[in-house]
């Protein structure tokens, strides 16, 4: 690693720990001023975030399946005596990865 890279990457970490510490270090705002603040923000829509979230869920999940799939046909290929087993636990590990992306959509699709 050279020089400029250790510079650089010594700044992001003394920035991202220095960095709390000053917002901290500032005066508590007064009580009509958060109240004017979560008034302003209280009329934000997030509506097509929950869909950006939905989106990564399941291209998380395509992934997660197509990389457990080649996985054990690469296996099912060097070891065709164990593709019995190879395919139950294959079966079995994209089940999980569905339900936990079917959680993740609901939960995004309730907000």
Not at 33 to 42: C, D, L
Not at 54 to 75: D, M, N, Y
């Amino acid at each position: 690693m050279n020089k400029f890279a250790k510079l650089v990457a010594l700044t992001f970490v003394f920035a991202l720990f220095c960095a709390p510490i000053a917002v901290l270090a500032q005066d508590a705002p007064a009580a009509s001023e958060a109240a004017a603040v979560v008034a302003e923000n209280a009329g934000f829509d997030f509506s097509g975030l929950y869909g950006v979230g939905c989106g990564l869920a399941l291209i998380g999940a395509g992934i997660g399946i197509g990389r457990i799939g080649a996985s054990a046909v690469e296996a099912m290929a060097r070891q065709p005596e164990a593709s019995g087993k190879i395919q139950t636990a294959m079966i079995i590990a994209a089940a999980l990865v569905e339900g936990v992306t079917f959680f993740a959509l609901i939960v995004c699709m309730l907000k």
